[in-house]
């Protein structure tokens, strides 16, 4: 991945809009932008424009430069993508992931849970849940109404491993740049 990709990256992981964070650098001028200008190129109205600066500001990605006049008096408002964190901050982002899926794991390993048999992800019960439950809803889907079922675990870790494996190949080839 060249420099330029993790930028747009990190900026589509902070603003969840991937087409937003390839016009955005695309159309700063080596990682400098103008709220106006920006604004008019991304067809944004100023507080959309300016939510995602500040959700950048907050991750570390953009700094604001400050405010000038032009010759007809507009106040013009500077802004630097901050290029050189974007590999660090997927890295934070990459191992926070990991240490999610390492936590699922572990919690899978050690406890039974219980699922709606029609859809896994409406919901998802411990077994000491499950217990306390019994007496008031009785052992059925809060959503759809469907019985519970014990999660079948082998295939969760399986699932949660492969997803491990993709991760720690993401961060071995980000942290073999600078970090
Ligand atoms: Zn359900």
Redesign the pocket.
Known sequence: MDEEDLVVLALAVVTHDLSIAKKMLHFSEDGILEEGDMMEKLRLAPTELRQLLYKMQDANLAVQLGTKEDEEGNRLTYWRINKDLARSFLLRKLREARDYLLKRMEEEELGEYYV????PS??RLSFDEVISKMGESGLV?P????MLEPVDRERVVTGLKEMLEVLNKALRSLEGGVS
Request: aromatic share 0%.
């Open positions: 709606c048999a029609a859809d409406h919901i889907c959503i759809c109404g469907a």
